[in-house]
């Protein structure tokens, strides 16, 4: 073969390759990779769409809540605490988990502890359960508070979100809501020891002892039904609804927002009166009249 043959063969594979890749008449390795990539499928979540800063602000309404306008609250003496999803601990759940980190929580409530502008605390439960110990630290802080609270559980109030529910000075539950209550368990390296199982039941009494004190549910059927079998498919323990946490004493009445924030102002108005004459008053005009005198730890 001449070496004319030889240029002639390399024009053509050259006038080939121009064909398959046509804006590459040098290899560029990064063109060749995005060409390449061309028909594959995007991956992970489409990008969400970009708020125009330039629409007017019912424009920009509409594009982040779905409605063209808002109810103004306006100057609020109570503060409404949410906690849902599952309950965030020492470990960082995966980003598609709706989760409550304890570490946003408790500054919350130390602010409004703090704020005098704030007279009233309104804990919102729709959680999974979650971290143990995060569970009870929510638990004790909102226990711990001066000012009123009151509790609703709204959906569901699930594993350690029990003692979250039972937490405040009053609490209420919808009629539609379920509560599980199950014994602890571990994820992660267990060592077939009877350590291991001690300090499981060390820890479960921690959440048995905190309930019971807290609610008016007593031990024995707190634990009957925590350690029920035969209802739960894949555990051991007890989904309860609304009604039936109301009669085993576990929460105190079943209701919604508005009973929830009627009985949370009238927490209020007790703690604004002084005690002498919240006693005054109800020898006076008796109990139908005023709420008994909320007890700020049970």
Sequence with gaps: MTKAQDFSNDSENETQASLHFPSMHRWDLDALEGWLRQDEPPQGPPPEAPLNKEAPPAIQTIQQLGTASIPNPGESNIYCLNIIGQIEGHIVLPPQNKTTKYEHIIPQLVAAEQNPKIEGILIMLNTVGGDVEAGLAIAEMISSLTKPTVTLVLGGGHSIGVPIAT????????????????????????????????????????????????????????????????????????????????????????????????????????????????????????????????????
Excluded: C, W
């Design 167 to 298: 937490s405040g000075q009053a609490s209420f539950i919808a009629e539609t809501a379920t509560m599980t209550i199950h014994p602890i368990r571990l994820t992660g390296l267990v060592i077939g020891v009877p350590q291991t199982f001690e300090y499981l039941d060390k820890m479960q009494e921690r959440v048995v002892r905190f309930v019971v004190a807290h609610s008016n549910i007593s031990d024995q059927t707190f634990k009957e039904l925590m350690f029920k079998t035969g209802e739960l498919t894949r555990d051991i323990g007890t989904t309860i609804i609304g009604p039936e946490a109301v009669k085993h004493g576990l929460i105190d009445e079943i209701g919604g927002l508005g009973q929830a924030l009627k009985r949370l102002n009238e927490l209020i108005e007790m703690r604004r009166v002084p005690l002498g004459e919240q006693t005054a008053a109800v020898q006076t005009l008796g109990n139908d009249t005023m709420p008994p005198v909320p007890p700020t730890f049970r």
